[in-house]
């Protein structure tokens, strides 16, 4: 089970840092461009499937941007770098994906903006074993132990290494077990060859069902991710070129209003709702597992597709933990994003 990358690798990747551009592969031939008036627009995704991306999935699936005159084609990607650069190339013109890569693309002179946001905290989630830590009083008992997480340099990664370090705790004093799969995340938390886990859903979920995991750090909550990143952390989002969004505004109000009026359908929605309006291969053979899942994760979404105003700030302070470099430095976060569509569309669906 669960041998697809869909919930447990993307969200995570809404921490990661730089892309290096020697990993992007040759993106498809050019795509249609936009017609003037509104009609075709592809965007690129590195996993559709995702819960990071549901509100795309929603927004496609319920008609949302058919309502608004779009012919959107959502175009999945094999990683995140083939996705920006299907856009570079313009193969697609918008990229969903993490706001944490659009400050990394103008730190590299690439001038992406956000223009609605899907997610407002990672959803990822740090656990101790009650099997092998039954004991467990505090972060600090956690030295020398093995802690699973999905790769290193992954966003869990990044998790982990932020919550250990309010204990006073190194990446000398923790020993990072990669565990790509979620089969073989499930696996070795069981064995109890793993102390803790860092990882994202539907593990956790399935985890915490049983009984066998005792949550730490929740950033599926807009609580628990702002005391890992001391604020509020904006995770998944669309976002374009700046010429783009100056040349096709129509588009791109189109574009928000379609957001926005699924991450509102997100808010309210119901067991039933989700099974009529996700596809069936997301479940992964368990809905049960999905629909826990997605109850857990519905606060990580935006509300409103807005930017919040601590944000930018908050997702600039966790990259320069891991990357002080002075690129980063001289980004100007106010042009990283814009909030003028987002606020349009929340006024229209009172949102």
Not at 218 to 233: K, W
């Amino acid at each position: 089970m669960w041998t697809r990358r869909g919930w447990c690798r993307v969200c995570a990747s809404a921490l990661l840092g730089t892309v290096p551009p020697a990993t992007w592969a040759q993106a498809p031939g050019p795509a249609p461009l936009p017609r003037a008036g509104g009609a075709r627009v592809v965007v690129a995704v590195e996993d559709k499937s995702a819960f990071c991306y549901l509100p795309l999935t929603v927004a496609e699936r319920m008609g949302y941007f058919a309502s608004e005159g779009l012919d959107v084609q959502v175009r999945e990607f094999t990683d995140r770098g083939q996705a920006l650069q299907a856009v570079l190339l313009g193969s697609a013109q918008v990229f969903s994906g993490p706001y944490s890569s659009i400050i990394n693309m103008q730190a590299r002179g690439q001038m992406f903006q956000s223009f609605v946001l899907q997610g407002r905290a990672p959803q990822i989630v740090l656990g101790v074993s009650l099997q092998t830590l039954g004991h467990y009083s505090g972060l600090r008992d956690l030295r020398g132990k093995k802690l699973g997480i999905m790769a290193h340099g992954s966003g869990t990664h990044r998790v982990a290494r932020l919550v250990l370090a309010r204990a006073g705790l190194g990446v000398q004093d923790v020993q990072y077990t990669p565990l790509p799969s979620a089969t073989s995340a499930v696996a070795a938390f069981r064995a109890g060859t793993i102390d803790a886990i860092c990882y994202t859903d539907p593990v956790i979920t399935q985890l915490e069902q049983g009984g066998e995991l005792r949550v730490v750090a929740d950033t599926r909550t807009v609580r628990g991710s702002a005391e890992v990143f001391g604020g509020t952390l904006p995770a998944a989002c669309l976002s374009a070129p700046g010429a783009f969004l100056a040349g096709n505004a129509r588009q791109c109000q189109a574009l928000a209003n379609a957001m926005v009026h699924a991450l509102k359908w997100l808010q309210t929605a119901g067991p039933s709702d989700i099974i009529k309006a996700v596809p069936e291969h997301y479940f992964l053979g368990d809905r049960a597992l999905y629909l826990a899942a997605f109850s857990r994760a519905r606060e990580a979404w935006a509300p409103d597709g807005v930017m919040p105003e601590d944000g930018p700030a908050t997702a600039a302070r966790m990259l320069a933990y891991f990357d002080p470099s002075a690129p980063l430095q001289r980004v100007d976060l106010a042009r990283t994003f814009t909030n003028d569509f987002a606020r349009k569309a929340k006024a229209r669906f009172k949102a």
